[in-house]
């Protein structure tokens, strides 16, 4: 790397403005200035209140949004809730009528089936005093 020239990096490093104080004061925009000075005439109790008050104002403007937003989706999760009670009792209605349906079914061919067995006894009875007599 002889021939090369040295190389200088320019680029001005963030590192390298760290804990240096620049000597002029920074400054600040016009309005800024007159909002402080506004606020300079009062007295410190002045400003606390007046602060805690804006605040406060501030504070339940967002809290009267964030209570409605809250009421809103607490809303539509108790009308989903309901609307899918409502389905699943639908549901469960048509499934109790259907084995209802299958029940009665079962106990019609039990009542058959007993009096094709009573038949079947009484004709083997028959059948069988034939044979003896």
């Known amino acids: 790397m002889k021939g090369f020239p040295m190389q200088v990096n320019m680029a001005p490093t ?29 007295s410190t109790a002045e400003k606390k209140a007046t602060w805690s008050k804006t605040q406060m104002l501030g504070l339940a403007g967002v809290f009267e949004a964030s209570v409605a937003g809250a009421n809103r989706e607490v809303n539509m999760l108790f009308s989903q809730y309901a609307a899918v009670l409502s389905e699943r009792a639908a549901l469960d209605a048509s499934q109790v009528r ?25 004709t083997l009875v028959l059948i069988a005093d034939k044979l003896k007599g």
């Open 14 to 42: 963030i590192a390298s403005n760290k804990g240096v104080k620049s000597r002029c004061p920074k400054q600040k925009p016009i309005e800024e200035m007159e909002h402080m000075a506004a606020y300079q005439d009062r």
């Open 98 to 122: 259907d084995l209802e349906g299958i029940l009665n079914e079962a106990r019609q061919l039990e009542a058959q089936l007993q009096e094709k067995k009573d038949n079947l006894k009484h």
